[in-house]
């Protein structure tokens, strides 16, 4: 037994040199990659670095956080992120187990509703954001060429230029952008069915409604409750497709807390507050995270 442990030591060694040398280039671009920048981010927060100051850096620990957390305009830019989170991520899970229940039909052309659908979320950020700035221009926008063709609106209307309607207005691109993703995700649930479980329910007198009720819908729960933390976490920190359609404007009404952290770092100079801002996003986003997962949790063991 002895001489058996000894013959296999060398090799266990050199297995573990073997995994360690495959490891080893994965592990240094990670730490280059996530671990340094977050570790110079998180320096950065605990110390006042402006950059029409250089050389000055001063360690202030804390204050940078307290700072943002007693400041009005955080808070407001939090509660927008909500207001564009909360609509936007409702909007997407309602349209999408809408199609997805009816590209579960057995349709004629099932195969081509299914490409057409993708559509939208296979377009770039950039390009969905620069297409709906486009429809909602307020000169020759194509919202409001069918809205006063059709006699809704009396005369063209500045759609992102309009406090009261400029949020609405990236909701819904965001939407448009992202319900197909939502789509796809609640069509490969309701693939995996059992189809003896909804002749089951229609035998017993239930109908359409019924059966999506008490059927479809308890089995969609788990998924629907993924769905919703991927896209909550996406839709909070959202910047891309704000920032190219209104640039955090008009005076501020679509500013969500990843543009506000983006201008306090890059326009006011300041990345002491702006790395502050980014760890204070990142520890909402860990917190809403972990509320869903055990939400998940809970429905799992139910």
């Given at each position: 037994?002895?001489?058996?442990?000894?013959?296999?030591?060398?090799?266990?060694?050199?297995?573990?040199?073997?995994?360690?040398?495959?490891?080893?280039?994965?592990?240094?671009?990670?730490?280059?990659?996530?671990?340094?920048?977050?570790?110079?981010?998180?320096?950065?927060?605990?110390?006042?670095?402006?950059?029409?100051?250089?050389?000055?850096?001063?360690?202030?620990?804390?204050?940078?956080?307290?700072?943002?957390?007693?400041?009005?305009?955080?808070?407001?830019?939090?509660?927008?992120?909500?207001?564009?989170?909360?609509?936007?991520?409702?909007?997407?899970?309602?349209?999408?187990?809408?199609?997805?229940?009816?590209?579960?039909?057995p349709l004629r052309l099932r195969w081509?509703l299914r490409s057409l659908v993708i559509?939208?979320?296979?377009?770039?950020?950039?390009?969905?954001?620069?297409?709906?700035?486009?429809?909602?221009?307020?000169?020759?926008?194509?919202?409001?060429?069918?809205?006063?063709?059709?006699?809704?609106?009396?005369?063209?209307?500045?759609?992102?230029?309009?406090?009261?309607?400029?949020?609405?207005?990236?909701?819904?691109?965001?939407?448009?952008?992202?319900?197909?993703?939502?789509?796809?995700?609640?069509?490969?649930?309701?693939?995996?069915?059992?189809?003896?479980?909804?002749?089951a329910a229609r035998v017993d007198g239930?109908?359409?409604?019924?059966?999506?009720?008490?059927?479809?819908?308890?089995?969609?729960?788990?998924?629907?409750?993924?769905?919703?933390?991927?896209?909550?976490?996406?839709?909070?920190?959202?910047?891309?497709?704000?920032?190219?359609?209104?640039?955090?404007?008009?005076?501020?009404?679509?500013?969500?807390?990843?543009?506000?952290?983006?201008?306090?770092?890059?326009?006011?100079?300041?990345?002491?507050?702006?790395?502050?801002?980014?760890?204070?996003?990142?520890?909402?986003?860990?917190?809403?995270?972990?509320?869903?997962?055990?939400?998940?949790?809970?429905?799992?063991?139910?």
């Amino acid at each position: 037994m002895i001489a058996t442990t000894r013959r296999l030591r060398p090799r266990s060694w050199t297995e573990a040199w073997a995994a360690g040398a495959f490891v080893t280039p994965a592990a240094l671009v990670i730490l280059l990659v996530v671990a340094y920048p977050l570790a110079r981010a998180l320096w950065l927060s605990v110390h006042d670095v402006v950059l029409t100051r250089p050389g000055e850096e001063p360690f202030v620990g804390l204050e940078n956080y307290a700072t943002e957390l007693a400041s009005v305009d955080f808070w407001s830019a939090v509660g927008r992120s909500l207001f564009f989170t909360v609509f936007s991520t409702a909007i997407e899970l309602v349209l999408g187990v809408g199609m997805a229940l009816l590209m579960d039909q057995p349709l004629r052309l099932r195969w081509l509703l299914r490409s057409l659908v993708i559509l939208p979320w296979a377009l770039p950020t950039i390009v969905n954001a620069l297409m709906w700035r486009w429809i909602d221009n307020a000169e020759y926008g194509a919202l409001n060429a069918l809205l006063f063709q059709s006699g809704l609106i009396d005369g063209y209307r500045q759609w992102l230029s309009d406090p009261g309607t400029a949020m609405w207005m990236v909701i819904i691109a965001d939407a448009w952008k992202m319900t197909p993703l939502v789509a796809i995700l609640v069509l490969a649930a309701l693939q995996g069915i059992s189809r003896e479980q909804l002749e089951a329910a229609r035998v017993d007198g239930a109908g359409t409604l019924a059966t999506f009720r008490y059927v479809v819908l308890p089995l969609l729960t788990p998924t629907l409750l993924i769905v919703l933390v991927l896209r909550t976490m996406e839709a909070f920190k959202v910047f891309d497709i704000i920032w190219i359609m209104t640039n955090g404007g008009p005076a501020n009404t679509t500013q969500t807390i990843a543009i506000y952290a983006y201008q306090t770092a890059y326009r006011a100079y300041d990345f002491g507050r702006g790395a502050a801002l980014g760890y204070l996003i990142a520890l909402a986003i860990m917190i809403l995270a972990a509320l869903y997962l055990r939400l998940l949790g809970r429905v799992g063991r139910a």
